[in-house]
């Protein structure tokens, strides 16, 4: 099984990007942790960050017929990009939408998601275990009702 864990704009500062919000890992610790939690699940995971829309649609697209999922932490994106939403619809992956905070707590325009109803679900409010927590899920979804 091959899962993408595909991160948006800004979340490249991670570790030093408002640390009370986000925490102190960085983006590169996240993903290592990322993978060798995907060995455990059995998992192939690969990782990609873009501060930029089309790439991350870019990202979706060649996800297509490559991957079995995607973890997408969308940033900003999440609240604004129906070009997004329309990405995860056209390529029919599974997605589970994934944030460290808990945006829900948070200014009130960050209560939206754009993604949301296309995505399987959704984790926020973890900080960096919530990656984990979202391959775990994702994993489930995949395998884990099945079997
Ligand atoms: C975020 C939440 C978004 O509202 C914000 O724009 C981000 C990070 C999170 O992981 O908590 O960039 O997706």
């Known amino acids: 099984m091959n899962i993408l864990v595909l991160n948006g704009p800004n979340l490249n500062l991670l570790g030093t990007r408002e640390p009370e919000v986000y925490g ?6 996240i993903e ?3 993978i060798a939690h995907g ?11 873009s501060n930029v829309e089309g790439v991350l649609v870019d ?18 994106y999440t609240h604004t990009s129906i070009a997004l939403r329309d ?6 992956l599974p997605v589970v939408e994934l944030h ?8 009130e325009f960050r209560h939206v998601s754009m993604i949301a109803p296309v995505c399987v679900g959704v984790i926020l409010g973890f900080g960096a275990a919530g990656y984990q927590l ?3 899920a994702l994993h489930w979804h995949l395998y884990g009702s099945r079997s």
């Open 100 to 107: 460290l905070s808990n945006t829900h707590a948070r200014e």
């Open 59 to 76: 990202h979706l697209h060649a996800a297509r017929g490559s991957m079995d999922g995607v973890v997408l932490n969308a940033g900003a």
């Open 39 to 49: 060995k455990t699940l059995g998992v192939t995971v690969s990782c990609a960050q």
């Open 134 to 136: 979202a391959l775990t």
């Open 87 to 92: 990405a995860i619809s056209a390529t029919r």
């Open 24 to 29: 102190h890992h960085t983006l590169a610790d």
């Open 32 to 34: 290592a942790a990322c």
